[in-house]
């Protein structure tokens, strides 16, 4: 037992070596004394050995602790890792590891160690060990100490321990490709914006921002919050968290050298003009920035010779107020060549574009080509989406707008529905493809009797299906409310004609009339002629100015977009991840988030609604 000790001690020093090395790259060696280690077995009892490995440990231990604060998230649950390895030895030295018996010399305890630590080794390193041969472990029994060197190379360090443990996509930096770049002291200045007048009518000497506003470098936010209650630091590795937001310490750019520019593109959203005006504010009132200028409708304005507007504070101290875009918008318009070369020409180095999936492809173009030619311009993007369907973030602006706005249609068809014998009110709302704004204005308006959404296909015939469900619900109450988004039940329509429009989505069958025909067809069938009022709000959804939440939304991505690009970084989308700022990279923000038909969500809707639920009998009517 005792010599099981003797190795678990020097196996023990060389795993907390190195694990604690790579810290300062400092070479460390581990000496075996082995003729000690005899005597010790010799002289000391089994008790103290218990104790001086116990101390070793303690120490290895009490080491990482002051380590972790050095290398942050990179070293993960460090202390944790080596009580796990040590274990792992432990248990490997019942199962591979030769120990010696107790009348062993120091030549068979020397063996037993090298070949203890070449099998950790093999674990650490992930790669195979050489194993000590005959004459290095007994060649030298006179010896009073061997030297075990434990130090791995510095790439290997860089590829174990110090790799980091959580997954953060990559937000791609000016400096990358411009070594030369130096950071400096940021222009950003705190406070001091209660009255825009104020800015506008005399200089106003703003403080520098406290140190406490700036967000480190390293600071990550994690993409899913919840953790079990006896998790420990190693469940964290694998996690995926995104680069946090908000002001830096150092940029690498000096405001007197920006010029910004600003552009709207794809349909309208309520909100549009609050980001504009917050970027505007942010630019030049918190960085001093001098030029900023505002693109006429979408990315053909930077090249068709349209007129640049130049956009100063007082031109956008109201406009927050106003729903549709002061800049004008349109669909397609991309030429990134065009486009690139006018900003260069211009003296333009940085671009913020607002818009949805063809305007986020069309600034991953942009930021590519800036790339590729070297320049010092950077693309940020503030997405925008009026069906909340990005991936990833918590909600895009204007989403809460488009809510309250539906809400106000469901109650005004229902209140037509409720006035006439046999009344339908079919309320079509947006949602292309999710059907986040169906479902969340109809648990808002309540009193909807059913809601379509492109992710839960529905049956319009037969005894299940829809057309005899509102018949039902006729009967019942005398009135029917429906809640369809513009892409639900495309499966029941001839949309293969339909073709794409300018931004490259593939064009929608229209869903509210052919619902609206085929209701009326069926309650004449029944001999129950039904008063169907067809509502479709969606212009004056998207035109609708914002509100106090969305403007909120619209000032903090605007302002954190704005940070980002001082800081050098480029191709990013400025978001909300689990309440707080993120910078995300375009090409991992790609995709789109939908209901889950499965999910908490969408049962409350049915539960509340009482509609049938296709889903659940479709999962049943699939063979397993």
Partial sequence: MLQRFLVLSA?????????????????KRVHTDTRACTAAAATEPESDEVAKLSALLREAREEVRSARGVSGIKLVNAQEAVDALLDRIDKQLHLEAEVPAPDAGDEAIAASVEDAIGKVNLRLKGRRASPPTASAAGSNAAATSQDVNILPAED?????????AINVPHVQNVREWLPDVRPQFTPYHGGCMSDVLTLLEEECVVPLAVSGTFVGESHVVLADPVVR????????????????????EEVVFRAEEVKAAVVTCGGLCPGLNTVVKELVICLRAQYGVSTVYGIKYGYMGFYTGLAWAELGLADVETIHRQGGSVLGSSRGGHDTMAICDAIEAAG??????????????GSRALAEEFIARKAKVVVAHVPKTIDNDIPLLDATFGFGTAVQEATRAIFTARDEAVAYPNGVGIVNLMGRHSGFIAAHATMAARGVDVCLIPEVPFELEGPDGLLRYIESRVAQKGYCVVVVAEGSGQDLLNSARVGFDASGNKGLAEIGPYLKGRVIEHFKQIGAPASVKYVDPTYMVRAAPATAADNILCLQL???AVHGAFAGYTSFISGRVNGRAVYIPIATAAGRRNIEPTGNFWQQLVFATGQPNWRQRQLEDTPS
């Fill in 11 to 27: 196996v023990a020093q060389h795993a907390a070596a190195y694990v604690i090395s790579p810290l300062t790259f400092a070479p």
């Fill in 156 to 164: 290997d360090v860089k590829a174990s321990l110090l790799k980091p």
């Fill in 229 to 248: 209650a006896d998790a420990t630091a190693i469940d964290l590795v694998g996690a995926t968290a995104y680069k946090a937001g908000g002001p830096r």
């Fill in 348 to 361: 333009v180095n940085m671009v913020f574009t607002i818009g949805g999936d063809g305007t986020m492809r």
């Fill in 558 to 560: 605007a302002h954190d």
